[in-house]
């Protein structure tokens, strides 16, 4: 800018002298030449003695000399020959910029007299400058869902030559997305414009490299190129995708410890940057199985929360989602199958119990009612129920899960009065678990021995002691009834011993006429005086629905009122069980037309 303005300053300081000077002297005549920049030193441009008509001989005599109006020199005179020659090279771009034509002006001037010629020289263009990029490479971001048809304005490159030498032309490397465009701007330069032809995909190219060229209209044409970096930027167009559609199946056992990993699942999302970043979750699940499972958001794991148990839930469905960082989202499920594992032993429920039960009570009479269950699945689940196989007892499968143990034969007390029986139940699984209930069946007495031994029936015994010696020590007992009573005739009723204290029952006793009668026992030493203590003696008497009233009375048929036979328990306070009800028996049946079995139950088995 500096030496062009410094150039028009000096050009106009020149031309106002030619103006002052041409007013004056100057001739019409103005003679035109023409050269090609650069051309070597001394090249002949004309000759100009001939041109202005002038002879060569004027030419040292009067002084002849050229002067430019940029008062360089460009040009030289032969004054022998009178040729124009060039004094330099002549850069067009330099003296002209890009003004066309480039002319440059100068005088002859002559002496005696003074005389001016004007003439121009007219400097032309070569093709000696190609065109150029300011820089090396040009960086443009596009975002992959930019629409076809997008024009994007390019730098344009520049070329100091002129007309057709400068830049005519503008092309692209061959790609598929895009090509240019070339737009006239007002002021006669080109710009270059990429115009996209084809969609973009970052996930399928996330960066093209082009090259740009520039070309002029020389010939040959010269060119200039730079580089066009073209970044696809991503747009969040991809939703993630599980790997497993639609479920990922997968099987625990149900003692699976917590913390231990269930499934592992994993997405994928084509786009990049944040849009690409996954974070999974549950979605829309129950509390079940929140409180169960959890899951990592980053890795996708799930793992364990809590225990499992077969059963309680044998299966789940768990929703899953992944969220990419634009909130689109893809989902899946897992289903979880709790596998069962043998973990839980066979149950026995006892339903009912009877116990005692009477001696030579008919077979197959039911003893217990229990039924067994095991929580397990399939062979976990399978039982198989036993006993020992000594004992007079049969199991009997019932209904479903419900079995039955009954007597195999009539059983008797004065052989055996009192039975351990073990149910076993055991299951099929791995390991094989077995629950065991033991079970204590006593068997009751029934009057199945002579009758009439009733009036010698031993019903316990008194003992007191003394702690003297001898005579003093020898105790004698003695019944204290009360005054007679005709409901009661006790003295006919029971008996002692006097020197044992054995008591006995005299006659058969009716549960129906006397529930329980008491009396007095005296235990008297021998000594002199005699002492004595006095205890109170309380008998219960039991119902019992025997089935032998033939053995007491005269042969009875089934119309006949029942007569029953009476077991007894005698009991003293001290005598009782703790925790045991101090008689079994149930009340008789009314109208008892025909005697059922004996069904007395305790509280307890082994009362
Ligand atoms: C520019 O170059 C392209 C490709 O070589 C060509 O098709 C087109 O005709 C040229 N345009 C001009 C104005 O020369
Ligand atoms: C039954 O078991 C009890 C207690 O274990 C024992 O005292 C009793 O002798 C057993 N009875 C029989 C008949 O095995
Ligand atoms: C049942 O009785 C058997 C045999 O007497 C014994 O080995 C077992 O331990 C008892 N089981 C239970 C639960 O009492
Ligand atoms: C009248 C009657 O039926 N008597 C019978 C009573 O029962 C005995 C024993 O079962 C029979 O022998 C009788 O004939």
Known sequence: MEIKGELALRKRQVLI???????????PESVLYSVAEETEV????????????????????????????????????????????????????????????????????????LQFFRAELHVKDIN?????????????KISESTSIGTTFLLESAQDLDVGTNSLQNYTISPNSHFYIKIRDSSDGKLYPELVLDRALDHEEEPELTLTLTALDGGSPPRSGTTLVLIKVLDINDNAPQFFERPVYEVQVPENSPVDSLVVRVSATDLDAGIYGELSYSFSHVSTDIRKTFEIHSVSGEI??????????????????????????????????????????????????????????????????????????????????????????????????????LVTEVPLD??????????????????????????????????????????????IGSV???????????????SLLLPPHDPHLPL???????????????????????????????RAADRGSPALSSQALVRVLVVDDNDNAPF?????????????????????????????????????????????????????????
């Open 17 to 27: 002298l030619f103006v002052l000077l041409g007013l004056s002297q100057a001739g």
């Open 42 to 113: 001394g090249s002949f441009v004309g000759n100009l003695a001939r041109d202005l008509g002038l002879g060569v001989e004027e030419l040292s005599s009067r002084e002849a000399r050229v002067v430019s109006d940029d008062n360089e020199k460009h040009l030289q005179l032969d004054l022998l020959t009178g040729d124009l020659l060039l004094n330099e090279k002549l850069d067009r771009e330099e003296l002209c910029g890009s003004t066309e034509p480039c002319v440059l002006h100068f005088q002859m001037v002559l002496e005696n007299p």
């Open 128 to 140: 000696d400058h190609s065109p150029m990029f300011l820089d090396k490479q040009i960086l443009i």
């Open 303 to 404: 793992h364990l929360k809590a225990l499992l148990d077969f059963e309680l839930i044998q299966s789940y469905t768990i929703n899953i989602q992944a969220i990419d960082g634009g909130s689109l989202s893809g989902k899946s499920a897992i289903l979880v199958q709790v596998v069962d594992v043998n973990d839980n032993a066979p149950e026995i429920v006892m339903t009912s119990l009877t116990s005692p039960i009477p001696e030579n009570s008919s077979p197959e009479m039911v003893v217990a009612i229990f039924s067994v269950r095991d929580q397990d699945a399939g062979d976990n689940g399978r039982m198989v129920c036993s006993i020992q196989d000594d004992l007079p007892f049969l199991l009997k499968p019932t209904f479903k899960n419900f079995y039955t």
């Open 413 to 458: 007390r004065e052989r055996q009065a009192e039975y351990n029986i073990t149910i076993t139940v055991t299951d099929l699984g791995t390991p094989r678990l077995k629950t065991q209930l033991n079970l204590t069946v006593t068997v009751s007495d029934v009057n199945d021995n002579a009758p009439n031994n009733s009036p010698a029936l031993h």
């Open 463 to 477: 003992s007191a002691t003394d702690r003297d010696a001898g005579a003093n020590a020898q105790v004698t007992y």
């Open 491 to 521: 003295a006919s009723l029971v008996s002692i011993n006097a020197d044992n204290g054995q008591l006995f029952a005299l006659r058969a006793l009716d549960y129906e006429a006397l529930q329980a009668f008491e009396f007095g026992v």
């Open 551 to 607: 053995v007491l009375y005269p042969l009875q048929n089934g119309s006949a009122p029942c007569t029953e036979l009476v077991w007894w328990r005698w009991t003293a306070t001290r005598a009782r069980t703790p925790g045991c009800r101090t008689s079994c028996s149930r009340p008789r049946s009314p109208g008892c037309s025909a005697c059922g079995r004996t069904t007395a139950r305790c509280a307890r088995p082994g009362c």
